[in-house]
């Protein structure tokens, strides 16, 4: 493991009798139990696996703070999506049959990972979350996500997520061939609610069913 090695807690089936895997990433100043206890509302042949950031956080600063005022972190903390990837690789678990699922900082740190990496996975979900950096940056992503799921939930009133900001990334992820259902809930605040976990199960459910070719 590099420099960046976190502690990674699992829950739910084993990886060699798994379907197909959940990476979950929690919030700013959470942990991974907080995240990984969604597991409990999802798939039970599923294997789920939560890595702990650093901290409590996967980078200093808000997500839509210059790129450069978030490094190193920014880059260790998508390094860690990276290593979590290529062991599971590594055990015959290809990217087609993993789902990145994350809240907040952890949702907006799983956009930005397939947005950098794209290729087909089993499904995306960032709650409460949009792909990182300032407004009006420049998103040069390259490659195609061949027909990856993306959920992304949010309310109108976030906060820490403006609705413009969802828009965006929803597009981004389109244009580069995400199938992306979009959600917005007037008056949620930051929060994850019942609509999306359902959203979020039938992806799940899913894993697996719509492989790459």
């Given amino acids: 493991m590099p420099d960046n090695a976190v502690t990674i807690v699992a829950a739910g089936a084993p990886l060699r009798e798994a379907r197909g895997v959940v990476a979950m990433l929690h919030g700013r100043g959470a942990t991974a139990e907080d995240i990984l206890s969604l597991n409990d509302e999802l798939g039970q042949d599923i294997a789920y696996l939560a890595p702990q950031a650093p901290g409590y956080s996967w980078y200093p600063h808000s997500f839509l703070a210059p790129l450069e005022q978030n490094e190193p972190f920014l880059s260790r903390s998508l390094a860690t999506i990276a290593v979590v990837l290529s062991d599971?690789?590594?055990?015959?678990?290809a990217p087609d049959r993993v789902m990145l699922l994350g809240f907040s900082q952890g949702g907006c740190l799983a956009l930005e990972f397939v947005g950098r990496q794209?290729?087909?996975?089993?499904?995306?979900?960032?709650?409460?979350?949009?792909?990182?950096?300032p407004p009006g940056l420049a998103r040069n992503y390259q490659g195609s996500l061949g027909g990856t799921p993306v959920f992304i939930g949010c309310s109108d009133i976030d906060p820490h997520v403006p609705l413009d900001r969802v828009h965006?990334?929803?597009q981004v992820l389109a244009a580069m061939n995400a199938v992306v259902t979009e959600r917005i809930y007037p008056g949620m605040g930051h929060a994850i609610n019942q609509d999306e976990v359902a959203h979020v199960r039938?992806?799940?459910?899913?894993?697996?069913?719509f492989r790459s070719v």
């Fill in 88 to 93: 599971l690789a590594g055990r015959g678990i």
């Fill in 168 to 170: 965006e990334s929803c």
């Fill in 118 to 133: 794209a290729r087909h996975y089993g499904g995306v979900a960032g709650l409460s979350a949009g792909l990182i950096g």
């Fill in 202 to 209: 039938t992806l799940v459910d899913n894993i697996n069913r």
